[in-house]
């Protein structure tokens, strides 16, 4: 689904006051890196919105509105993408410190898959084991099972 299709659907189960105070907390989760990096309360946000901040803390616990707020803030960080590969790319010439980050190339290999995880299982049960029981057999183990149960000796 695309994404403007994926807007207009989750769009469509809000109110124009919900979908305010949605861009309203995603912009204030970002807050922090902005000059002032200063966040608003809850009350705040609410009166900005003109609700009672017991409406904001409803909507917050409403699925409609909680994945409309997680849309946005996936917007938020796709637009966020360049900054990212420019960090990642600083911390891999060295950083402030000259030193190369690991953690860095690795993010780098594992996102153009050009490293991944490979595990090996190998089985080295005995066949004798993993083999399928034939139907006599399983009768024989129920049987000293019961036998078991029962108090009675097994052969």
Known sequence: ?????????????LTGQQKRAAEL???NEWAELTEDGRKK??????????IARSTLYEWKANES?????????????????GEVNV??????RGGAN????VKALDLYLRRFALLTDKTI??????TVLTRQKTDEEVRKD?????AMINGEKTE
């Open 142 to 146: 129920i049987a000293e099972l019961d």
């Open 25 to 27: 907390l995603v912009a």
């Open 65 to 81: 509105f909680s994945d409309y707020v997680n849309y946005l803030t996936d917007k938020q960080l796709e637009s966020m993408r």
């Open 87 to 92: 960090g990642i790319m600083r911390l891999i």
């Open 121 to 126: 299982v190998e089985d080295t049960r005995d």
């Open 41 to 50: 309360t809850m009350q705040e946000l609410a009166d900005e919105i003109s």
């Open 1 to 13: 689904m695309s994404g403007s299709k994926r807007r207009r659907i989750l769009e469509a189960q």
């Open 98 to 101: 000259g030193i190369p980050s």
